[in-house]
T-cell receptor, first 110, second 112 residues
Framework: EDQVTQSPEALRLQEGESSSLNCSYT??????LFWYRQDPGKGPEFLFT???AGEEKEKERLKATLTKKESFLHITAPKPEDSATYLC???????????FGKGNQVVVIP | DGGITQSPKYLFRKEGQNVTLSCEQNLNHDAMYWYRQDPGQGLRLIYYSQIVNDFQKGDIAEGYSVSREKKESFPLTVTSAQKNPTAFYLC???????????FGSGTQLSVL
């Protein structure tokens, strides 16, 4: 069974204080790992897809990296508008379904 | 603008009542999905459909039903058999299996 574990569950950061979110996964052959951002009461918004170990993708203050066992979402010099829950999901080869983690809730304090 | 529209935003169910959540997309996507989100939990798959007139059960299909009569529409019915329906329901779609999901804005279902 595909499993996704995200840590920490919740994180409070001062504005400008960089940090990293972890997504550990167990899957029988990774087809893709996805990061989404979700604001309260809204649907998730797509951030990144990573396909193979060593791959990195960046968007503004966010950078996602991937190894064979985990992915990190690095938040550099966060701003209050980066406050959200970040969801990680994996898709296994031969499977058209995603397994989601419980999310990392991030609060950035001005 | 292309996207996924879910309605209503809030829905209340009386005991013994069936309710239907609407999901419409104009992205021309073949695949559509229904997820349930509970506080502090990951998204759990209820049902999915890869093509019109065909759908499969997800991990928590009991107490739910769906139909896919049109490519654009994938309504979810929460039946009276679902004893704990209070949750945030999300509809999603994608064009191919390994593509990113596009999500709707969700429906919050509560029990009166």
């Amino acid at each position: 069974e595909d499993q996704v574990t995200q840590s920490p569950e919740a994180l409070r950061l001062q504005e400008g204080e960089s940090s990293s979110l972890n997504c550990s996964y167990t899957v029988s052959g990774l087809r893709g790992l996805f990061w989404y951002r979700q604001d309260p009461g809204k649907g998730p918004e797509f951030l990144f897809t990573l396909y193979s170990a060593g791959e990195e993708k960046e968007k503004e203050r966010l950078k996602a990296t991937l190894t064979k066992k985990e992915s990190f979402l690095h938040i550099t010099a966060p701003k209050p508008e980066d406050s959200a829950t970040y969801l990680c999901a994996v898709q296994a080869s031969g499977n058209n379904r995603l397994a989601f983690g419980k999310g990392n809730q991030v609060v950035v304090i001005p | 603008d292309g996207g996924i529209t879910q309605s209503p935003k809030y829905l209340f169910r009386k005991e013994g009542q069936n309710v239907t959540l609407s999901c419409e997309q104009n992205l021309n996507h073949d695949a559509m999905y229904w997820y349930r989100q509970d506080p502090g939990q990951g998204l759990r798959l209820i049902y999915y459909s890869q093509i019109v007139n065909d759908f499969q059960k997800g991990d928590i299909a009991e107490g739910y039903s769906v139909s896919r009569e049109k490519k654009e529409s994938f309504p979810l019915t929460v039946t009276s058999a679902q004893k704990n329906p209070t949750a945030f329901y999300l509809c999603a779609s994608n064009g191919q299996i390994n593509e990113k999901l596009f999500f709707g804005s969700g429906t919050q279902l509560s029990v009166l």
